[in-house]
């Protein structure tokens, strides 16, 4: 995937000036083996800092060495102020961590008190109003610390991808979808970039494109992928490779000076008649190369699922969080094969988007929902172009990153799992499990006014999500409690 960061992590000790540097420097270089050893992209800062002047020059190192993200490692108690100086003033995210003393008979010249000093940093860091991650616990020893190094990588990739990120639309966010007309400011708040064009932009470019010589290369991938069984209209194969080429040449030439794009489109009503197919096929095809496109111009739907392929650095998908499963369903395919109540099972669907990798088997089929309102349930048309199948079983977690209307940002985070059942029914679509479901539909989804879209991540990425929107200074991220843990809004007597 060419469109998230790699991170290339610096670390960089500091020590209090009253303590032995040496503590420190040896350390951080036991870190740096152990971080090695776990294939980390790593830069030891030489410079050890103990004062503003060698936070400043430690900088200077790690920005020559081209380093992204950043491990502050208090070998000893550290220097409050420049160590959280030195957040202050790199571009990219950090990381603090401290170190556990080492041996019991070496607690006279060689105790280092980075337990206590880890408070003085983090109690600095909140007075400067400076951002960073810190593990669950973050005092450990150098095989510990280069784990917690580790773990931080896909959080400090996926800042440094929204700090370069543009996310383009297409079409006015549709009238009858409230909920994906979320206020844009916070994008600003962010440091993201939104470009918003017409679908006559998009169409008039994608005329532009007929005769390309590339649209028969990318047709013939299109074939291969979708295997005699999945390529059931072979007759559109050109006009979708067309407009693959059409979005991946707009994503090239409209993102300025960002480094990473991703599209919100609205891809109905309008859109199947005049472009000739439903645009399902090729969504799906430019996330699983990291370039989501939200449907329906869902442009936090897009964020997060850029967030996703961030953290995992593979396709995600946008579904509807959309229908309850039956109860003869349930009762013959769920209960007593699996821990899942009826209430914590639902069905995520939506037309097509999903990548063909995600699911379980999927061919090129027909919107049945505008088959029926744009060419009255007829021979279908141009409403063929979706991919439909049902998703492949295994873990899931299931987010979104929302703006309220007053723009300030809340967020939620379930982990769960697809089940291996039959749908037997169209479009992309699963059947969802996920612990005391019922109770956050109820208590987060419906009381915090949350849009029917979420993004869906085929892993548990909960505790790297939830790290990610803390740093990004959501203060409401919501998740499914468990039984006996009531939510604020939950009746104590029901």
């Known amino acids: 995937m060419n469109n998230i960061p790699h991170v290339k992590l610096g670390l960089v000790a500091v020590s209090r000036d009253c303590f032995v540097i040496s503590i420190s420097e040896g350390r951080r270089k036991k870190i740096s083996e152990e971080a090695l050893k776990l294939g980390l992209d790593l830069y030891e800062c030489k410079t050890v800092v103990e004062n503003e002047k060698d936070a400043l020059k430690a900088l200077s190192e790690v920005k020559d060495q081209k380093c992204n993200a950043l491990a502050v490692f208090l070998g000893n108690f550290g220097p409050e102020t420049p160590e959280t100086l030195i957040a202050k003033y790199f571009d990219g995210p950090v990381m603090y961590i401290a170190a556990a003393e080492e041996k019991g008979d070496n607690l006279l ?9 880890m408070l003085n940093c983090s109690y600095n860091l909140g007075l400067r109003k400076i951002p960073a991650y810190i593990p669950q616990y973050p005092v450990g020893t150098a095989k510990e610390c280069a784990e917690m190094m580790k773990e931080f990588i896909p959080v400090a990739r996926t800042l440094i991808g929204l700090q370069g990120l543009k996310i383009i639309t297409f079409g006015p966010r549709p009238q009858d ?4 007309n979320a206020p844009i400011k916070a994008l600003y708040d962010l440091g993201i970039e939104i470009e918003e064009n017409s679908e006559l932009d998009l169409l008039v470019s994608y005329k532009a494109h007929a005769g390309d010589e590339r649209i028969k290369g990318i047709a013939s ?19 979708m490779a067309q407009f693959e080429l059409t979005l991946s040449d707009w994503a090239e030439t409209h993102k300025g000076a960002r480094k990473y794009v991703v599209f919100a489109n609205k891809c109905w009503p309008a859109f199947p008649e005049q472009f000739g197919f439903e645009p399902c096929y090729v969504n799906s095809r430019l996330a699983s190369r990291g370039i989501p496109v939200a449907c329906e111009v869902d442009i936090y739907g897009a964020l997060s699922e850029y967030i996703g392929t961030c953290i995992t650095e593979e396709s ?12 003869d369903m349930w009762r013959k395919n769920i209960k007593g094969k699996y821990d899942y109540a009826l209430s914590d099972t639902f069905m995520g669907f939506h037309c097509g988007n999903t ?3 995600r699911l379980s088997s999927g061919a090129v089929k027909y919107q049945m929902i505008q088959n029926r309102l744009l060419e009255s349930g007829g021979e279908p048309d141009f409403t063929r172009g979706t991919l439909e199948g049902d998703i492949a079983p295994g873990n899931i977690t299931f987010f979104r990153l929302q703006s309220n209307a007053d723009t300030s940002l809340q967020a939620y985070v379930c982990q769960g799992e697809v089940l291996p059942v039959a749908t037997r029914s169209f479009g992309g679509i699963g059947i969802f499990a996920i612990p005391e479901m019922g109770r956050f539909y109820r208590h987060v989804l419906i009381n915090k006014h949350f849009p029917h879209h979420g ?9 790297s999500l939830y790290a990610v929107l803390s740093y990004l200074g959501v203060k409401d991220i919501s998740f499914n409690r468990p039984k006996g843990m009531l939510y604020e809004t939950e009746c104590p007597f029901c």
């Open 177 to 180: 979808f409230f909920a994906c």
């Open 355 to 357: 990548p063909f990798c």
């Open 455 to 463: 993004a869906v991540a085929f892993s548990h990425i909960g505790k």
């Open 109 to 117: 010249n060689g105790r280092g008190d980075a337990y206590c000093g």
């Open 316 to 327: 995600v998908t946008l579904l509807d969080i959309n229908n309850t499963v039956p109860e």
């Open 221 to 239: 991938e299109m074939e291969q992928e979708l295997g005699q069984a999945g390529n059931t209209y072979p007759d559109l194969l050109e006009r």
